[in-house]
């Protein structure tokens, strides 16, 4: 098995509502989760804490 993984898919902005967000995956060979996060830091975290607990 491959470690896994953490990388931001995409950071985007919304110009209409002025956000930015990134959306990030987490993954190895048995699964894939993405989630998205208004902020960078709590992305950064919360892979960090995913990453962890693996």
Known sequence: ???R???VLEAVRSEAEGLRFAVVEIADD???E???FYRRDE???Y???RLRES
Do not use: G, N
């Open 1 to 3: 098995m491959t470690p």
């Open 34 to 36: 993405v989630a998205r």
């Open 43 to 45: 992305a950064d975290i």
């Open 47 to 49: 892979a960090a804490w």
């Open 5 to 7: 993984e953490y990388r």
């Open 30 to 32: 048995e699964a894939r």
